[in-house]
């Protein structure tokens, strides 16, 4: 819970999405895999595009998106889709499951702090998904409703540098 407090501590510095999104899909393999949940990793137009970040924050929040949809398909099975999507100056992430989903009465209580639908949760993991990517000054919203599966939105600002993106990633923002 004292994360909650500080939530980035640590340094700064560009990392390019696709190789995160990779890791973070390495990392949740082993309890996929246990549910019968494949994982697909696309990084679209955003492969080599960069967001200014505290790498492990970024990455533990992302790993907890997806922990939580691996955790809601769980009895089911299903995939988990870690995409990216670059815009003009933001690029964003979607963690997609499968699963269940939950009503859309519920979806605006998801990030709230002590709020959990798991049996033993504590209802802090998504209040400190919130709260790491507001502070590297993104945001993050969620989509969902019963049988569609749980869609959450990270959008973070891109890391301003000249030439942090290749070609396909200023191609993909130029329109």
Same mark, same amino acid.
């Given at each position: 819970a004292l994360e909650l407090v500080s939530p980035l501590e640590g340094e700064r510095e560009p990392i390019e999405i696709g190789p995160l999104l990779e890791e973070v899909g390495r990392t949740l393999e082993p309890a996929a895999g246990e549910h019968d949940i494949d994982i697909r990793i696309e990084p679209g137009t955003a492969r080599t595009c960069k967001v200014t970040a505290v790498h492990?924050?970024?990455?533990?929040?992302?790993?907890n998106l997806g922990d939580?949809?691996?955790?809601?398909?769980? &009895?089911? !099975?299903?995939? /988990?889709? %870690?995409?990216a999507e670059a815009g003009p100056e933001t690029v964003?992430?979607?963690?997609?499951?499968?699963?269940?989903g939950i009503p859309e009465s519920e979806v605006d209580r998801l990030f709230q702090p002590f709020e959990t639908t798991k &049996?033993? !949760?504590?209802? /802090?993991? %998504?209040?400190?998904?919130?709260?790491?990517i507001e502070a590297h000054g993104g945001n993050v919203e969620a989509e969902s409703s019963p049988d569609q599966?749980?869609?959450?939105?990270v959008t973070l600002p891109r890391d301003?540098?000249?030439?942090?993106?290749?070609?396909?990633?200023?191609?993909a923002s130029a329109g």
């Open positions: 492990y924050k970024l990455r533990q929040a992302l790993f939580n949809a691996i955790d809601a398909m769980a &009895e089911s !099975g299903g995939s /988990l889709i %870690l995409a964003t992430v979607t963690v997609r499951d499968t699963g269940p &049996e033993n !949760g504590t209802g /802090l993991g %998504l209040p400190l998904v919130r709260k790491i599966g749980l869609t959450v939105i301003g540098r000249e030439g942090e993106c290749d070609s396909s990633c200023d191609d």
